[in-house]
């Protein structure tokens, strides 16, 4: 209490006073982001409004040897904004300024507070946009986006977020400005720009982003694509790709994914099919003709029981609809969701999907699956009640083994959402302990006195050796208790 | 596909050859095929020959993905590709037959699609999706993968690219590839350097299949790649003269190696990066403009801080490609960077070891 206090004062000599917030009913706000089994009251909320308050904030925390974690909306889906109870909370949501577009360089700077959407809404007068689109891109800001190298529904085709992000300027935890990547391609000295975007606000705090703008397409049209069997859904994906096939969107729904959603959202889907393909195409009007036309032949080929072109824009809307409203219509169907986000090989879609399967008869849950299938990018929707202490730690078991399989597969713990808190134990499995140590090299290279958003992506060596010891004792994931550090 | 990889034996003789330098703190010149010799500051050392860890580890087209030691030459893999109708979507420059997928990533340069549209821009750390380095403690560090979305830990695969072999020595690099686009074309204009500029920047702006330009001696020429309706529709937006096919080929191979004659000579060649819509660059010399205006190739004896001047007034940097000179060859860091590199530096090569200088002195 007197530390907050202090702190209290003495954030109060830079910042107004209405931007610290320090009682529980102002903080209460801030105790998760997205990812809500977690939860943690931080011992002061700071809001700065411009780039040399952050200075200052930080310059004082470092002083004083307090951590700091920073925030853009919240909408992170791994804990990765979390507070600290002994730390700040640094909310950059009041920097939301477009600072510039220039449709002639076709780029945008802007600073972190501002949203996803945004970006595009303000070039799209230029008949430009911001391409990567991930599914809160309505809320979600670019310096979140940066934080976690965020993706969306057209990265196959366009890129993540370290593709499009051409410069970030930012703060080091000591209050130093510092500059990542320029307008200019090949920013000399080592590629920090590549480091800095995923790093979960861990190595600089970002003040203003300069992002690449894309021309949109003048068209863009989406087969809707049945099939009897998972499998044959993932051979489709890859017979597409080997066909020399870059969808501009490659999307799956699972059979429970579909009826999920289709009350919800009236897309259309195909209730009795296996699996929901949804493949975009987009480009001039006689391109996307002859890639449409492609893709069809390739999709038959590949078993499917049903085919549906969008003929217009309206069309094609109401065939994503029922995807992007995937998550809003989980959470209506059951008390709570849990959303993993692996990636592993496209081949191996079909495989994992029984494996999953398997896994809802083990830990009593059920289980939709909705995927990035041109990425092999996977989001289960694990529900779960979570007033039930038993169903929750059920479904964090299920997840725990979700990920562990996306490692034997050859694949990825986090596609997109991050590392955050929630997937501290599973970097143990997919890292080994000299690589880990690189990761703790690079968290001291950018912040020696380990004060940025400490504790998160990194599991101590402590950690691994008990997750090590719990998982060789069980045979499987024991039920952890939450939250568990 | 899966061809001649290397043994665990040649990564235990790397690994003794590195302890052994770390432990007399004797300096390593990493060099497989030397064909970038020119490029960097000079370094001294023994030189540590990596080709030993050789051949295409994993391929399948259908993933995108190839997974090859270091050792592999540049051709073998792209013939590789070929055959299933992909490529290296950076389009590297080779500098000579010997060139290795290691030192591609090591120099981290990019040909004339880097500032393509839509799914093919990109420099090499655009298409890195994983790599397997060995450090100066001949520890073996294993970093992203071969998936394309992958957000575990901190992205240090790109860290690697044009890195100039100062944090360890690459052993394995998992690459993102694509398609080759069924119809390619090439177009020319005559046109000054200022109207070029002007166009280049104009047709970024819409939805046209770019695949590169260049602009040299008042002619642009510009190339479209990708299917047959995109590529009629963009032609009949631009006008200019056509290049017959393998004239274009040629063309374009003669940019990306730097055979065109305006590469050759001894004068100092200066690679100057800008914002694509920096005016034509006020300095002596003949230039040569790649990536929509991007890239600058400069031939020029003025002196390095006056093109840095210029080249950093535009929000740009310059460095010296080819050419004697007492100047650093790169474009200095700021300070808060520069300590940033000493410490990673420090701990991925604690001895100092690995190509010593060769990117920025003390590192």
């Known amino acids: 209490m007197n530390r907050q206090r202090e702190m209290v004062s003495a954030l ?23 990812l809500m089994l977690y939860r943690q009251l931080p011992m002061i909320v700071v809001l700065p409004e411009t780039e040399a308050e952050v200075a200052q904030v930080l310059r004082l925390c470092h002083a004083r040897g307090v951590p700091v974690v920073p925030r853009g ?54 008949g430009l946009c911001y391409a990567p689109d991930p599914s809160s891109q309505i809320a979600c800001t670019i310096g979140g986006n940066v934080a976690e190298n965020s993706g969306g529904v057209h990265c196959l085709k366009y890129g993540l977020t370290v593709h499009n992000v051409l410069r970030v300027r930012g703060l080091t935890m000591e209050g130093d400005s510092v500059e990542f990547g320029s307008r200019a391609p090949d920013a000399p000295g080592l590629d920090l720009l590549a480091t800095i975007i995923g790093s979960e606000g861990m ?13 949109r397409p003048r068209l863009a049209r989406c087969i809707m694509a049945s099939f009897a069997d998972v499998g044959d859904a993932g051979d489709a994906v890859a017979a597409l790709i080997a066909a020399g096939i870059i969808p501009a969107g490659l999307e799956m729904l699972d059979q429970a994914a579909s009826r999920l959603v289709e ?25 996307v003709d002859e890639e449409i036309e492609h893709m069809c032949t390739v999709l038959r080929e590949a078993r499917a029981t049903r085919i549906q072109v969008s003929n217009n824009e309206a069309e ?25 986000d692996g990636t592993i090989p496209r081949k191996r879609l079909g495989e994992m999907l029984r494996a999953i399967q398997a896994l809802e008869g083990k830990y009593g849950l059920r289980c939709p699956n909705v995927f990035h299938a041109g990425d092999g990018n996977l989001h289960p929707l694990i ?39 929630e997937k501290l134990d599973q970097m143990c499995s997919q890292f080994d302990t000299s690589t880990r140590d690189a990761f703790v090299a690079v968290k001291r290279a950018f912040d020696p006195a380990q004060l940025l958003n400490p504790g998160k992506v990194i599991p101590t060596l402590h950690r691994c050796a008990e997750y090590g010891r719990m998982r060789v004792s069980s045979g499987k994931l024991a039920f952890a208790e939450l939250p568990r550090y | 596909m899966v061809t001649n990889v290397s043994s665990q034996d040649t990564v235990t003789a790397l690994r003794e050859a590195v302890c052994e330098a770390a432990a007399t703190r004797t300096p390593l010149r990493i060099r497989a095929g030397g064909t970038k010799d020119f490029y960097g500051n000079p370094t001294a050392g023994s030189v540590l020959d990596p080709r030993c860890h050789t051949g295409i580890v994993a391929y399948e087209p259908s993933e995108l993905v190839v997974t090859a030691c270091a050792g592999t030459l540049l051709t073998e893999l792209e013939s590789a590709l070929a055959r299933h109708g992909q490529m290296l979507a950076f389009e590297p420059p080779h500098f000579g037959d010997a060139a290795t997928l290691g030192g591609c990533i090591a120099a981290g340069l990019a040909g004339p699609r880097r500032t393509a549209y839509g799914p093919c821009y990109g420099g090499v750390r655009d298409f890195v999706l994983g790599a397997r380095m060995m450090d100066g403690r001949g520890e073996i560090l294993t970093f992203g993968g071969t998936v394309m979305k992958n957000v575990a830990g901190y992205d240090l695969a790109r860290l690697l690219v044009g890195s100039l072999g100062v944090l360890g020595v690459i052993l394995e690099v998992s690459v993102k590839v694509l398609p080759q686009p069924p119809v390619q074309l090439t177009l020319s204009f005559e046109l000054t350097q200022q109207a070029s500029l002007e166009r280049l920047n104009a047709w970024a702006g819409q939805p046209l299949p770019l695949s590169a330009s260049m602009w040299h001696a008042g002619v642009l020429s510009v190339r479209l790649s990708g299917s047959r309706a995109a590529v009629a529709d963009a032609r ?32 100092q060649l200066w690679r100057v990066c800008v914002p694509s819509t920096m005016p034509g660059l006020e300095l002596h010399g003949s230039q040569m403009i790649e990536w929509g205006g991007a890239l600058r190739w400069l031939r020029s004896s003025q002196a390095a801080q006056a093109i840095r001047a210029v080249a950093q007034a535009g929000g740009g940097h310059a460095t010296l490609f080819r050419g004697e000179s007492a100047c650093e060859v790169f474009t200095p860091v700021s300070a808060p960077l520069l300590a940033v590199h000493r ?15 060769r990117l920025y002195p003390g590192l």
């Open chain 1, 12 to 34: 109060s000599e830079t910042l107004p006073r209405h931007s610290i917030l320090w009682r529980a009913e102002e903080t209460t706000p801030y105790e998760c982001d997205g």
């Open chain 1, 73 to 126: 909306a919240g909408t992170g889906l791994s804990g990765g904004a979390l507070p600290l109870g002994a730390g700040v909370l640094l909310s950059l949501a009041k920097l939301n300024r477009i600072i510039e577009v220039d449709p002639r360089a076709r780029t945008a700077t802007v600073q972190p507070g501002v949203r996803n959407l945004a970006i595009s809404e303000a070039a799209e007068q230029y």
């Open chain 1, 203 to 215: 190595l600089a705090v970002t003040t203003e982003v300069t992002v690449r703008l894309v021309p």
């Open chain 1, 263 to 287: 009350p919800f959202a009236n897309a259309g889907y195909d209730l009795a099919a296996a699996a929901v393909l949804l493949c975009e195409s987009d480009g001039t009007p006689e391109e």
């Open chain 1, 316 to 340: 094609r809307q109401r065939f994503w609809a029922g995807r992007k409203n995937a998550f809003p219509a989980a959470g209506r169907a059951s008390p709570a969701y849990y959303c993993m």
């Open chain 1, 383 to 421: 529900l779960f009640d979570d007033g039930d202490p038993e169903s929750v730690a059920r479904a964090e078991a299920f997840g725990a083994e979700i990920l562990e399989r996306c490692i034997q597969m050859g694949g990825t713990i986090t596609g997109e959402h991050g590392v955050g808190v």
């Open chain 2, 236 to 267: 009949g937006r631009l006008g200019g003269e056509m290049m017959d096919v393998s004239s274009a080929d040629a063309f374009w191979m003669q940019i990306r190696e730097q055979t065109h004659p305006f590469f050759a000579g001894a004068e």
């Open chain 2, 343 to 357: 410490r990673l530096k420090a701990h991925f090569d604690p001895a100092g070891i690995f190509n010593p200088g």
